[in-house]
T-cell receptor, first 112, second 113 residues
Framework: AQSVTQLGSHVSVSEGALVLLRCNYS??????LFWYVQYPNQGLQLLLK??????LVKGINGFEAEFKKSETSFHLTKPSAHMSDAAEYFC??????????FGKGTMLLVSP | DAEITQSPRHKITETGRQVTLACHQT?????MFWYRQDLGHGLRLIHY???????NKGEVSDGYSVSRSNTEDLPLTLESAASSQTSVYFC????????????FGPGTRLTVT
């Protein structure tokens, strides 16, 4: 069975500070991993995905994530937070099937 | 542009009533999914379909049903709405070629009173 743990339901940063959102996964097979972002009253939008190619994945809006097999992690980072980054972020894992298992989400709060 | 739409966007219904939420996609994707989103639980899979006439149960399927009569639509039916089904419901679709990203609709906020 696959699962995702996102550490911290809320993360607060100042504008211009480093953003780090944590994701650990469990999977019985080499996983595919995804980060999605959800703005208020909207659906989910794909930020980036890892599909067993390069371990450092670059996404939209300046975000990137690094796959670390030894740590079973896929943390999301951005060097400098913008106010527009305030949203909820979801990590998801896919094993053999086309279904996704999501973490519980992390709300990113950005203060001026 | 291809898109995935959901209707209605908001609905209030009473306990015991049958409710159907619509999902329509113009991506021509074979795979379609229904999730519910609740505070503290993230997104949980209700039902999914890999093509016409195919349906599968997800993690939280009790009290819900789906049917797939064409590629574009996957309606979600609550047979007898319960207050525990008050939630935000998201439909998603993806290509059928393995483990690929899913594209999400804007969601339907359902309140059961």
């Amino acid at each position: 069975a696959q699962s995702v743990t996102q550490l911290g339901s809320h993360v607060s940063v100042s504008e211009g500070a480093l953003v780090l959102l944590r994701c650990n996964y469990s999977s019985s097979v080499p996983p595919y991993l995804f980060w999605y972002v959800q703005y208020p009253n909207q659906g989910l939008q794909l930020l980036l995905k890892y599909t067993s190619a390069a371990t450092l994945v670059k996404g939209i809006n300046g975000f990137e994530a690094e796959f670390k097999k030894s740590e079973t992690s896929f943390h999301l980072t951005k060097p400098s937070a913008h106010m527009s980054d305030a949203a909820e972020y979801f990590c998801a894992v896919s094993d053999r099937s086309s279904t996704l298992t999501f973490g519980k989400g992390t709300m990113l709060l950005v203060s001026p | 542009d291809a898109e995935i739409t959901q209707s209605p966007r908001h609905k209030i219904t009473e306990t015991g009533r049958q409710v159907t939420l619509a999902c329509h996609q113009t991506w021509n994707h074979n795979n379609m999914f229904w999730y519910r989103q609740d505070l503290g639980h993230g997104l949980r899979l209700i039902h999914y379909s890999y093509g016409v006439q195919d349906t599968n149960k997800g993690e939280v399927s009790d009290g819900y049903s789906v049917s797939r009569s064409n590629t574009e639509d996957l309606p979600l039916t609550l047979e007898s709405a319960a207050s525990s089904q008050t939630s935000v419901y998201f439909c998603a679709s993806s290509e059928s070629s393995g483990r690929v990203e899913q594209y999400f609709g804007p969601g339907t906020r359902l309140t059961v009173t």
